[in-house]
């Protein structure tokens, strides 16, 4: 059982951490490992883009998208489309190294409802972000893997 003190350390740490986070964050790069592998996935493309939110009162947006995306001509296109995109928003909170997020809208509906977690480790003006290993819907054919990612406060220098 902890402590007063050490509940109190870590509510202190919990808070330093999420203030760090607030603010906007434009994704440097989105790399993903498969588990059973180790290989990497091109999943997102050499130049995906994107921002997550984070809000003082507590709120997340995430919206991630691959390289190369045109507007959709066609049904196949649009579902191409949905294989390059992570986007949900939902409340956070933030324990120990991690910020989890309790989704309330998702790009994939079974996300909805679920809470997400991931390890984040801010450095200056980058955070690293990264995901546990999990089935993603948009690749890895059902195999386990996870997200690396790297974002750059917005606005900071390149």
Request: proline share 4%.
């Amino acid at each position: 059982m902890q402590s007063a003190l050490q509940q109190d350390e870590s509510v202190s740490e919990n808070e330093a951490l999420r203030q760090r986070l607030v603010g906007t964050w434009e994704l440097v790069s989105y790399r993903v490992e498969e588990k059973e592998s180790g290989d990497f996935i091109n999943a997102m493309g050499p130049a995906p883009r994107g921002r997550v939110v984070f809000t003082p009162d507590g709120w997340v947006a995430f919206n991630l998208e691959g390289s190369h995306r045109h507007p959709a001509k066609c049904d196949e296109d649009r579902i191409r489309l949905m294989k390059t995109l992570v986007a949900y928003i939902g409340r956070y909170r933030v324990e120990g190294d991690q910020w989890i997020t309790r989704v309330e809208t998702a790009w994939a509906p079974e996300w909805v409802g679920t809470e997400q977690r991931r390890t984040v480790e801010v450095d200056g003006s980058h955070a690293n972000v990264t995901t546990p290993w999990r089935k993603m819907p948009n690749w890895a054919e059902g195999r386990l893997s996870r997200s690396l990612i790297r974002f750059r406060r917005a606005g900071s220098a390149r």
